[in-house]
């Protein structure tokens, strides 16, 4: 059975920094295609960054772009969201996927998805 355990959020001031995990058990990360999402109250599910576990590619959406970082630990089976100098505007849901048969930051392509981890940015 596959499953994601997200973790890592909690409060944290503008410009400060978070590391998030996503845990898998039931596969192999490297072996799949795993995204990082948000949402933030009232905004759509956003997708803010992909990593081919396979090849290690990765596409970053524009707002998070030089400021968060994705990788393996595929001894620990885990991804990791760096999250640095972060913004208000950054406050929301994080949540861990895998599953897509696409390199793609498009929500409906993921079937497998962690519980979610709340971020909150200070001002």
């Known amino acids: 059975e596959v499953q994601l355990q997200a973790s890592g959020g909690g409060l944290v001031q503008a410009g400060g920094s978070l590391r998030l995990s996503c845990a898998a058990s039931g596969f192999a990360l490297d072996q799949y295609i795993v995204a990082w999402f948000r949402q933030a109250p009232g905004k759509e599910r956003e997708g803010i960054v992909c990593?081919?576990?396979?090849?290690?590619?990765?596409i970053y959406a524009d707002s998070v772009k030089g400021r968060f970082t994705i990788s393996n630990d595929n001894a620990k089976n885990t991804a990791y969201l760096q999250m640095n100098s972060l913004k208000p505007e950054d406050t929301a849901v994080y949540y861990c996927?895998?599953?897509?048969?696409?390199?793609?930051?498009?929500?409906?392509?993921?079937?497998?998805w962690g519980q979610g981890t709340l971020v909150t940015v200070s001002s």
């Open positions: 996927a895998t599953g897509s048969r696409y390199f793609t930051k498009e929500p409906e392509q993921y079937p497998y």
């Open positions: 990593m081919d576990g396979y090849d290690g590619r990765t």
